[in-house]
């Protein structure tokens, strides 16, 4: 699996205590990177980190200072992944203020920081690579998800922005679109919901996508790992749907 494609490569992935996250950490150790991870989960991040040889942060990336202090510990950030997020179900009408307040703290304002504070390094730097992770929820309209399509939304727009704003400065930046991804955060979901009814529930949400299952968070990370990679230096600005064909399909 491993071809060291990002050796000499100091990378920070963002929620890369878990989930999508912790399987980018991952492949990216693999892949010869020098990983930090930012994760708001001290115990998780250190268990992370220890298996992995790697570094750990504790920050909450909705707040600025934090976020500063965190990247200006770094000797340097080639690579940056956005992926720590949030979910809320309901429609406009079961989204609170609070609500929105929330996701859009972590899933909007978390990548901002996280670039903000990148960005100039990388400038100096002479270039690097972001990548974020969006949604399916960015390019289709969803039930039930307004909050969270609105700050998913949001994070392929911000892609887009930065990667014409830093084209000039050697700077790639693309984003991820998964569907549903087989996480812990899954069970944990089913498991509140639907007490007595998690098979079921889990087939029903594996049928959703047209190719018949979840996607598995190292398949994402596969992805990511080529989409840092210098063999994808002529890709930026672009989103990536990685869905099982549920695009393809609506």
Request: aromatic residues 6%.
């Amino acid at each position: 699996m491993s071809q060291e494609r990002l050796k000499n490569k100091m990378a920070v992935v963002t929620g890369g205590a878990s989930g999508i996250g912790e399987a980018i950490a991952r492949r990216f150790v693999a892949e010869g990177a020098e990983v930090v991870l930012f994760d708001r989960n001290q115990e998780a991040g250190e268990r992370i980190a220890g298996e992995l040889s790697c570094r750990a942060v504790t920050v909450e990336v909705h707040k600025t200072d934090a976020v500063r202090e965190a990247v200006e510990s770094l000797e340097r950030v080639d690579i940056l992944v956005n992926s720590a997020g949030i979910a809320h179900i309901g429609n406009l009408e079961a989204t609170t203020p609070e609500d929105l307040d929330r996701l859009y703290a972590v899933n909007v304002k978390g990548v901002y920081h996280a670039m903000y504070f990148a960005i100039p390094r990388m400038v100096a730097q002479g270039g690097g690579v972001i990548l974020n992770i969006a949604s399916v929820a960015s390019r289709i309209g969803l039930a039930d998800r307004f909050a969270y399509s609105m700050t998913k939304g949001a994070v392929l727009t911000m892609t887009l922005s930065v990667a014409r704003d830093y084209i000039s400065r050697n700077i790639r930046c693309n984003c991820i679109c998964p569907a549903r991804v087989h996480t812990p955060f899954v069970d944990g979901y089913l498991a509140e919901k639907f007490p007595g009814r998690e098979e079921e529930m889990f087939r029903l949400l594996s049928s959703w996508q047209p190719i018949g299952r979840m996607g598995k968070p190292v398949e994402i990370a596969a992805l990511a790992a080529f989409l840092c990679s210098e063999e994808a230096s002529f890709i930026t600005g672009s989103a990536y749907d990685i869905d099982g064909g549920v695009t393809l399909l609506r």
